[in-house]
C-alpha cells in the first residue's frame, strides 16, 4: 500500500524481473529473480498493471498461447482455471469484445494456469465499477483460501486493502515504513473517545493520567489502553466528573495511512 | 473449431520452414554458380527463323541524326513523314527499324553494319534510306572553324571508303532493295565563307552520288537545293539540322520514288 | 522454443497480417501486368513488328542515341554503355532477353521489387513484432513467464524468417499467376545469359554461361529472399529499439528510399559500399547491370549484408535480453 509514485508498481516489476534492481536482489520462493529467472517465474503467477491480453486472439487463444509458454500444461488446466473465473461461456470470443471485468478474469485465469505459489495483482481493481470491485474482492479472497496460494496485491485503495488483505506493508517514497497485519495496525491506533461533564474538568484530570486530546465534536480522545481505561473511569468518577459516554474507537486504515505516511489527503481516493 | 486453428497455425509453419530452406538452398546455388568456373557454352544457336513475308512493306533507315529526326519537335523526322505516305499510299502496315545514332560517322555505320541483327534487317527490307557524312565533314562546326588545316580530302577520302564498305554489306545482305542515299546540305550557307563551304558540300555530294552510281539500285538523293535558298526557314534552332519544314521537303523528295513491288506489277 | 515460435505464429495470422501483403502485392502485380502489356502494344503499334529481334536492336538504337546527348551523367552513361553491350550479345547469340510469357514477368518483378518493394512488405511485418508487444502492454505477460527472454526473441525472429520466406514466395506465385493469364504460362525454359562481369563501362563476356530461365529465376529468388531478411532483420532491430511501431517503420523506410537514391550517385564515394542500402541490388549481379560503385561484387555485397545482419541481431538481443520494461 503505498500512494501514488511511492514504488508500489517499480517493486512489482522488479519481483518478476521486467526491471533490474539499482541494488539488492528479489528472491521468491528461494530463488533469486536475477540468477534463476525461470524457477522463479514457475511459482509466480502475475498481472502487471491491466492484464494486457492480445485483443485480436480469443479467450482460449490466450490462455493456449500462454499455457505453451510453461512447462507441462496439460489441456484439461485451461478448463480448470476458465471455470474458476467463471468465464465459460465467453472464452471462444475475440478478448476486444470482453468487458474490463472479463479481462481482469481472463488475466487471473492465465496466472494461474502454473498452479503459482504466489500471485501477484498489481491494482487488480482498478477501473472496474463498484459492482466489480466487490466481486474481484470475493474472488480474490476465494481463490487465496481454497487454492492456498499467497497473493500479493499492490493499491493505493485503503477501503479495499482493509477488506482484501491480512498484512499490509506501507510504502512511501520507496522505502517500506510499516508492515504488520492489518489487525495489529489497525489496534495500535486504537482510540478511546470520552464524553464527560464538565469537560474542562475532565480534561484536566485526565491530562494528569494521559495525553488527551480534544476532538471537534466535544469528545477528548485518549489511546485505548485496556487495564488502564477502568482506573481513568474510577478517577473521572471520584473527582466528581459523570461519564456520559465511553466509545472504543478503531480508526480506518485511510486515518492510519495518512497518519504513518504524512501525505495530504489530495492524492488519495 | 480451436483446434483446427491449432492445427493450421502449425502446418502453415511447417510449410514455411520448407519454403526458408528452399530459398537458403537458392541463394547458395546462386552465390556458388555465380563463382564456379564459367563452363564454356555452346551456346545453341537457334537458326533465326525465316522471317515469314507477312505481306508487310519493311523500311530500314540508317545513318545519323537526320534519320533519328533530331530537330523536328514532332520526332518524326523524314523516315516517319515518309513512313506516314507510304502508310497512306499502300493502305498496308509498314514495319519501319529507325536504326539511326545520333552523332554517327560513316565509320561507325561501317561498324553497325557487321551486325547480325542489322544485317538481317537490311536483308528483308524493302527499301534502305540512309543519311551519313554530316558529322564526317562538319564535325560538330569544326571544320568551318579551320577549313585549311582540316584535310578535308582526308576525310573525303576516308568517308568515301566507309561508305563504300556500307554499300557493299547492303549489296551482299539484299540486292533486290532500292537505297536511298540522301545527300549532305550546306547549313552554313549564310555565313561568311560560304562560297569555301558551299563548294566542298557540293565536291563531297559529287563523290557520294558517283559512288552510289556504281553500285545497282542506289539512289541518291540531293537536298542541297531545299537549303540553298531560305536556308533559315528550314533549320532547326541549333542552326544545323533541319527543323520541321526541312524533314518534310526531305521527306517529299524520297518518298515518291518509293514503289512497293506488288504494286509495280 | 517449438510452441514458442507457434505462438508467434498464431498472433501473425491472427492479426491477417500475411492476407494483407497478399491483397497488395495481387493489386502491383495486377497493375504492372496491365502496364506491360500496355507498352508491349505500343512497342508493337511503333515499329509495325513484334519480332523480338527487331524491339531489342530498336532499344539498343534507342540506348545510343541517349548516348549522344550530352547532358547525361557518367554514371548513366556507363550503365547505358553496360546494357547496350548485353543487349547486343543477346542478339547476336540469337538469344530472347525477355520471353514473352510469365516467368520473364516473374524475372523483371522480382529484379525491379528487390530492392524497394519486397523490403517494404517485410518491413510490415517486422517493424512491429516486438513494438507492438509494447503498445499493446502484452509485453510484460510475456516476459513474466518461466521462459528467458532471448528465446522468446528468437521465437519472434523466427518467425520473421518463416513469413519473409512466404511473402517472397507468395509474391512470385501471384506475379506468376497474375501476369500467366495475360503474357501464357510458358517460358521456364527460355535460355538466359548470366555470368557478365563488368568493369567500369566494358562488360566481360568471357564467363558468360547459359542457363534455362527457371534456374535463373531461382537463384535469384534466393538473393532477393536474402535481401528481404537482411532489410527484415534490420527492422527487427529498430523494433526492438524504438518501441513505436510507426517510428521504427520511418527510420527503416528513409534507409532504404536513400540508398536508392545513393545507389544512382555515390560512384565516386567508394566507401558507401558499406551502407547496407547500397547493396541490395544483388540481383543486378546476375544479370550483368553495372553495380552502383566500382570494384563491388556479388560476395563484396552479400558479405556487407550478412555483416549488417550479424550486428542487428547482436544488437537485438542484447537490448532485448537487458532492457528494463515499464
Redesign the interface.
Known amino acids: 500500500m503505498g500512494p501514488n509514485g511511492a514504488g508500489k508498481t517499480t517493486t512489482i516489476r522488479m519481483l518478476v524481473g521486467l526491471i533490474k534492481p539499482t541494488s539488492g536482489s528479489m528472491v521468491v520462493c528461494g530463488y533469486n529473480v536475477r540468477t534463476h529467472f525461470t524457477k522463479a517465474m514457475e511459482k509466480i503467477g502475475c498481472i502487471v498493471e491491466n492484464p494486457e491480453l492480445y485483443p485480436y486472439l480469443t479467450g482460449k487463444e490466450n490462455l493456449l498461447h500462454f499455457a505453451r509458454m510453461l512447462p507441462n500444461i496439460p489441456e484439461t488446466r485451461i478448463t480448470e482455471v476458465v471455470a474458476m473465473v467463471g468465464l465459460e461461456a465467453r472464452i471462444d470470443e475475440k478478448v476486444k469484445t470482453y468487458s474490463l471485468g472479463m479481462r481482469q478474469r481472463l488475466g487471473i485465469a492465465q496466472a494461474m494456469l502454473n498452479h503459482p505459489k504466489v500471485l501477484i495483482l498489481d491494482e487488480p481493481t482498478n477501473g472496474l465499477d463498484p459492482a466489480g470491485i466487490r466481486e474481484m474482492r470475493q474472488f480474490i479472497r476465494e481463490l487465496a483460501e481454497q487454492e492456498g496460494l499467497s497473493v500479493l496485491v499492490s493499491s493505493h485503495l485503503l477501503g479495499e486493502i482493509q477488506l482484501l488483505c491480512d498484512r499490509v506493508a506501507i510504502i512511501k517514497n520507496g522505502e517500506i515504513i510499516q508492515v504488520d497485519s492489518v489487525k495489529n495496525l489497525l489496534s495500535s491506533q486504537e482510540k478511546m473517545l470520552w464524553k464527560v461533564d464538565p469537560m474542562e474538568r475532565g480534561k484536566a484530570v485526565l491530562t494528569q493520567l494521559t495525553d488527551v486530546s480534544e476532538s471537534t465534536d466535544g469528545y477528548l480522545v485518549t489511546a485505548f489502553e485496556e487495564k488502564e481505561i477502568p482506573k481513568w473511569n474510577v478517577k473521572l468518577i471520584n473527582e466528581g466528573i459523570s461519564v456520559l459516554e465511553m466509545n472504543r474507537k478503531l480508526p480506518a486504515l485511510e486515518d492510519l495511512f495518512l497518519e504513518v505516511t504524512g501525505v495530504g489527503g489530495s492524492s488519495i481516493e | 473449431m480451436i483446434h483446427l486453428h491449432t492445427k493450421r497455425v502449425r502446418y502453415i509453419t511447417i510449410f514455411a520452414s520448407i519454403v526458408c530452406l528452399f530459398w537458403l538452398f537458392c541463394l547458395g546455388w546462386a552465390v556458388q554458380d555465380y563463382y564456379s568456373a564459367a563452363s564454356p557454352i555452346e551456346i545453341k544457336q537457334k537458326e533465326p527463323e525465316k522471317a515469314v513475308d507477312t505481306g508487310k512493306f519493311s523500311l530500314v533507315a540508317l545513318g545519323d541524326s537526320l534519320t533519328r529526326g533530331t530537330g523536328d519537335e514532332s520526332g518524326k523526322g523524314y523516315v516517319g513523314l515518309v513512313t506516314d505516305d507510304l502508310k497512306e499510299r499502300f493502305g498496308k502496315k509498314i514495319s519501319v527499324h529507325n536504326l539511326g545514332v545520333s552523332g554517327a560517322v560513316s565509320s561507325e555505320l561501317k561498324n553497325q553494319m557487321k551486325q547480325k541483327e542489322i544485317k538481317r534487317q537490311l536483308g528483308e527490307a524493302d527499301a534502305i534510306m540512309l543519311t551519313i557524312g554530316g558529322n564526317d565533314l562538319f564535325q560538330g562546326g569544326q571544320t568551318l572553324i579551320d577549313i585549311e588545316t582540316a584535310g578535308i580530302e582526308d576525310i573525303q577520302e576516308k568517308y568515301l571508303q566507309n561508305l563504300k564498305d556500307v554499300f557493299t554489306t547492303i549489296r551482299s545482305v539484299n540486292n533486290q532493295a532500292t537505297v536511298y542515299m540522301i545527300g549532305l546540305y550546306n547549313p552554313f550557307i549564310e555565313l561568311e565563307d560560304n562560297e569555301t563551304t558551299s563548294s566542298i558540300v557540293r565536291e563531297w555530294n559529287f563523290q557520294t552520288e558517283d559512288l552510289a552510281s556504281s553500285f545497282s539500285d542506289i539512289v541518291f538523293v540531293p537536298t542541297y537545293d531545299i537549303f540553298q535558298l531560305s536556308v533559315n526557314d528550314y533549320l532547326y534552332t541549333d542552326k544545323f539540322h533541319p527543323n520541321k519544314e526541312g524533314y518534310k521537303l526531305i521527306a517529299k523528295r524520297i518518298s515518291p520514288l518509293i514503289k512497293w513491288e506488288e504494286e509495280k506489277k | 522454443m517449438n510452441?514458442?515460435?507457434?505462438?508467434e505464429?498464431?498472433?501473425l495470422?491472427?492479426?491477417k497480417r500475411l492476407l494483407i501483403i497478399t491483397a497488395i502485392v495481387a493489386i502491383l502485380v495486377a497493375m504492372f501486368t496491365y502496364a506491360q502489356y500496355k507498352e508491349t502494344q505500343s512497342q508493337r503499334e511503333r515499329?509495325?513488328?513484334m519480332?523480338w529481334?527487331?524491339l531489342?536492336?530498336?532499344q539498343i538504337?534507342d540506348s545510343?542515341?541517349r548516348l549522344?546527348?550530352s547532358r547525361i551523367s557518367d554514371e548513366w552513361r556507363q550503365q547505358l554503355q553496360v546494357s547496350i553491350k548485353q543487349s547486343?550479345y543477346y542478339?547476336?547469340?540469337?538469344?530472347n532477353p525477355s520471353e514473352p510469357g510469365a516467368p520473364t514477368f516473374v524475372r523483371m518483378f522480382i529484379e525491379n521489387s528487390s530492392d524497394l518493394f519486397i523490403p517494404l512488405l517485410i518491413m510490415i511485418i517486422a517493424s512491429d513484432l516486438v513494438s507492438s508487444e509494447h503498445s499493446?502492454?502484452?509485453i510484460?505477460?510475456?516476459?513474466?513467464?518461466?521462459?528467458?527472454r532471448w528465446k522468446i526473441l528468437l521465437s519472434k525472429y523466427v518467425v520473421l524468417?518463416?513469413?519473409?520466406?512466404?511473402i517472397?514466395?507468395v509474391t512470385a506465385a501471384l506475379a506468376y499467376v497474375i501476369s500467366g493469364a495475360v503474357f501464357g504460362y510458358h517460358g521456364w525454359t527460355a535460355?538466359v545469359?548470366?555470368?557478365f562481369t563488368v568493369e567500369g563501362s566494358n562488360l566481360n563476356t568471357?564467363?558468360?554461361?547459359?542457363m534455362d530461365q527457371w534456374e535463373f529465376l531461382?537463384?535469384?529468388?534466393?538473393?532477393v529472399?536474402?535481401v528481404a531478411v537482411v532489410v527484415g532483420t534490420l527492422s527487427f532491430m529498430l523494433s526492438v529499439l524504438i518501441r513505436s511501431t510507426a517510428a521504427g517503420m520511418g527510420v527503416m523506410l528513409a534507409a532504404l528510399i536513400s540508398g536508392m537514391i545513393l545507389s544512382n550517385m555515390v560512384s565516386s564515394w567508394a566507401s558507401a559500399k558499406y551502407f547496407f542500402m547500397v547493396n541490395l541490388k544483388l540481383t543486378s549481379?546476375?544479370s550483368g547491370a553495372a553495380p552502383p560503385i566500382e570494384g563491388m561484387t556479388?560476395?563484396s555485397s552479400?558479405s556487407v549484408l550478412f555483416v549488417w545482419l550479424v550486428a542487428a541481431l547482436v544488437v537485438s538481443f542484447t537490448v532485448f535480453s537487458?532492457q528494463?520494461?515499464?
Open positions: 510452441k514458442l515460435i507457434q505462438n505464429m498464431l498472433k495470422l491472427a492479426r515499329l509495325g513488328t519480332e529481334q527487331s531489342l536492336q530498336q538504337i545510343q542515341n549522344g546527348s547486343q542478339l547476336d547469340n540469337n538469344i499493446l502492454g502484452s510484460k505477460l510475456l516476459l513474466t513467464r518461466p521462459v528467458q524468417l518463416l513469413s519473409t520466406s512466404l517472397v514466395l535460355p545469359i548470366t555470368g568471357s564467363g558468360v554461361k547459359l531461382l537463384m535469384e529468388m534466393g538473393l529472399w536474402f549481379y546476375l556479388l560476395f552479400v537487458r528494463d520494461v515499464y
